[in-house]
């Protein structure tokens, strides 16, 4: 199998650019034009769009500044960042790349390959919400439990429980109704309608 065989079989693309602001391309791979929806002769030379236009504006001077710092110092570098697709598609990408150096020291080029992650930013980006909700209702129980420890008078805990609740599950009303001589009386409620209501208990 050849060299170029083996490049267009990788599930990215293998580039060769310019260290310059553009990162003009003077080799792309072709699996640019499933990762970005441009193949690729546009983007060589920049001939249609440079790679630092389908990065995601937010995303662009990060860039730069990190490969830069790499580059300087003669390691390799990787990044994750976003990108914009031909098709106004953002996607998270992987970027490995190093640079190659004249005799002096100079950056001649820079070499790397880029992958698309965006399934496995997505998934972490939801384990992280999960996470986040998990402890945001356990903070609240946590809290809620001290509220209960320290609050000596009943309808005021009765509130505070409701308030907390709203924080873990979000309702539109609630109320918490005590069994006294078979009426539930509202003890305390969240919902403008339900002051002072009594139900009778039928337990025939």
């Known amino acids: 199998m050849s060299n170029s065989t083996i490049l267009n079989n990788l599930p990215g693309i293998a580039y060769r650019a310019k260290n310059d602001r553009d990162w003009t391309m003077s080799f ?11 193949p690729p002769a546009e983007l060589i030379n920049s001939k ?10 937010a995303d662009q001077e990060a860039v730069w500044e990190e490969a830069q710092y790499a580059l300087q110092t003669g390691a390799s570098f990787s990044l994750t960042y976003r990108i914009i697709t031909a098709v106004n598609q953002e996607k998270w990408v992987w ?10 020291g100079t950056v001649l080029a820079v070499v790397g ?15 992280e ?6 402890t ?6 946590r809290e809620l ?6 609050t000596l008078e009943l309808e005021p805990l009765l509130l505070l429980i409701l308030d907390k609740l709203k924080e873990v599950v979000d309702y539109s009303g609630s109320a918490i109704q005590m069994l006294h ?15 002072a209501a009594e139900v009778k208990v039928n337990y025939q």
């Not at 001589?181 to 002051?195: F, H, I, N």
């Open 113 to 127: 390959f880029i992958t698309d992650i965006t399934e496995r930013m997505i998934t972490q980006q939801m384990l």
């Open 95 to 104: 970027e490995q790349g190093q640079g190659v150096y004249a005799a002096d």
């Open 136 to 141: 945001r209702e356990l903070t609240t129980l």
């Open 145 to 150: 439990s001290y509220s209960i420890a320290s």
């Open 48 to 57: 249609t769009i440079a790679w630092a236009q389908l990065i995601h504006p």
């Open 28 to 38: 792309v791979s072709q699996g640019c034009l499933a990762l970005t929806g441009y």
């Open 181 to 195: 001589k078979d009426v539930m009386v509202m003890r305390a409620s969240r919902r403008p309608d339900a002051l």
């Open 129 to 134: 919400r999960r996470v986040a909700e998990r």
